[in-house]
Nanobody, 119 residues
Framework: QVQLVESGGGLVQPGGSLRLSCAAS????????MMWYRQAPGKEREWVAS????????NYLDSVKGRFTITRDNDENTLYLQMNSLKPEDTAVYYC????????????WGQGTQVTVSS
């Protein structure tokens, strides 16, 4: 079965950096686009970044452009999110996601990893 397992979250001071990882299994990782989302307390979950199956194209939420970088290692079946110049407003639970086909039945999420940016 499809499994997505995030790691790498933690507490970091403003201006600091973190690298999140998402280990994927149970599907042909290299065949599908991958996404990062986040959900801050009391807010809706929002899309943060996406990357195509071979990593040729990436897209970012405006507020993270120039600070976050999404990458993938198709040999290691792992998705990454490098987060630099972190701000308190980046505090959220971060999730990786993929869609292996149309509709909600083919939508898969990880369990999330907490990122807290605070002094």
């Amino acid at each position: 079965q499809v499994q997505l397992v995030e790691s790498g979250g933690g507490l970091v001071q403003p201006g600091g950096s973190l690298r999140l990882s998402c280990a994927a299994s149970g599907f042909t990782f290299r065949g599908y686009a991958m996404m990062w989302y986040r959900q801050a307390p009391g807010k809706e979950r929002e899309w943060v970044a996406s990357i195509t199956s071979v990593g040729a194209t990436t897209n970012y939420l405006d507020s993270v452009k120039g600070r976050f970088t999404i990458t993938r290692d198709n040999d290691e079946n792992t998705l990454y999110l490098q987060m630099n110049s972190l701000k308190p407003e980046d505090t959220a639970v971060y999730y990786c996601k993929t869609n292996t086909g149309p509709g909600p039945a083919n939508e898969y999420w990880g369990q999330g990893t907490q990122v807290t940016v605070s002094s």
